[in-house]
């Protein structure tokens, strides 16, 4: 068996390695001295969005505007106080 037969033999589906609760294989993680070095951003630091303030019949500009600029900026936003109900 060559190389790259024993390597595709060690290789195995997502759902395989996922049902066996080990990891990724070693060739797939970043060594800890190789990963940036760069902070999550706070939850607070991320935009906050009222929808209700958009859906007002006479809308409102300013909230339209930061919600144009959380996505173009940052890719999402946050949504307080928005009432989901759960289907029973």
């Not at 066996?20 to 001295?33: A, C, K, M, N």
Request: charged content about 30%; hydrophobic content about 40%; aromatic content about 4%.
């Amino acid at each position: 068996m060559g190389s790259e037969e024993a390597e595709r033999a060690e290789l195995k589906l997502v759902q395989e390695l996922a049902e066996s609760l080990l990891g990724p294989p070693d060739r797939y993680v970043v060594r800890e001295e190789h990963r940036p070095n760069c902070a999550a951003p706070v939850a607070s630091d991320v935009p906050i969005i009222d929808l209700r303030r958009l859906l007002l019949p006479e809308g409102d500009d300013g909230e339209a505007e930061k919600l144009r600029s959380a996505v173009q900026s940052w890719g999402l936003f946050q949504v307080p106080n928005l009432s989901v109900s759960m289907p029973t």
